[in-house]
């Protein structure tokens, strides 16, 4: 199984709303990321999870909530969402300490719309 | 400032031709050069990628040409196909993570029949 799953596919909420994007693989990877991409941009990094423990975080607000409750799940909660936080949210896994850099395995993604 | 410089923003190219995107950095230290294609809908898969200890890497039709002393690198589509039409994106880490890419801003690739 090489792939990373994402739910829900799409997602629409208004400012005061609180909802979480779910984020899934079984190939054994103990790095996991998440992602925003608005469009025609290229992915800008949020957060890196290395072994269930927090390792980057790219000076996210605090509106986004990671959480890595085990080594296949990765979950990002969201509240009070400001409408230009609406973009494409992508999670990503790779390995851990075969090479320098592993490759990053992307989900599919969320398309967010935050009303 | 780390950064990649990527061009053009788009490109055109009939079925059967060559499709070439083009790369440039100016950081000295990165050490691992990817190429992904991402399809409308999808995210973003890794197409091909290099090291900088090689100056070319080949996988079927796909080809990257890496010049260290110019900075720059590059992708080669032969043979172009309508099922080629994407968003290709170059990018580069640096040596000192394992995990963070500096993304160029993207090309989009359409192949006409």
């Known amino acids: 199984d090489t792939e990373v799953t994402q739910t829900p596919k799409h997602l629409v909420m208004g400012m005061t709303n609180k909802k979480s994007l779910k984020c899934e693989q079984h190939?054994?990877?103990?790095?996991m990321y998440w992602y925003k991409q608005k469009a025609k941009k290229p992915p800008e990094l949020m957060f890196v999870?290395?072994?269930?423990?927090?390792?980057i975080n790219e000076s996210v607000p605090s509106r986004f909530s990671p959480e890595c409750p085990n080594s296949s799940l990765l979950n990002l909660h969201l509240h009070a969402l400001q409408p230009e936080d609406s973009a494409l949210y992508l999670c990503?896994?790779?390995?851990?300490?075969?090479?320098?850099?592993?490759?990053?395995?992307f989900g599919p993604g969320t398309r967010l719309t935050v009303l | 400032q780390q950064q990649v410089k990527q061009s053009p923003q788009s490109l055109i190219v009939q079925k059967g031709g060559i499709s070439i995107i083009n790369c440039a950095y100016e950081?000295?230290?990165?050490?691992?050069f990817p190429w992904y294609q991402q399809f409308p809908g999808k995210g973003p898969a890794l197409l091909i990628a290099?090291?900088?200890d090689v100056s070319e890497k080949k996988e079927g039709r796909f080809t990257i040409s890496f010049n260290k002393s110019a900075k720059q690198f590059s992708l080669h589509i032969m043979d172009s196909q309508p099922g080629d039409s994407a968003t290709y994106f170059c990018a580069a880490s640096p040596m000192d993570s394992n995990y963070q890419l500096i993304w160029g801003a993207g090309t989009k690739l359409i192949i006409k029949p």
């Open positions: 999870y290395s072994y269930e423990k927090l390792s």
């Open positions: 290099i090291r900088p």
């Open positions: 950081n000295t230290a990165f050490d691992y």
């Open positions: 190939m054994g990877h103990r790095a």
């Open positions: 990503a896994s790779s390995q851990e300490g075969l090479a320098r850099f592993s490759e990053q395995f």
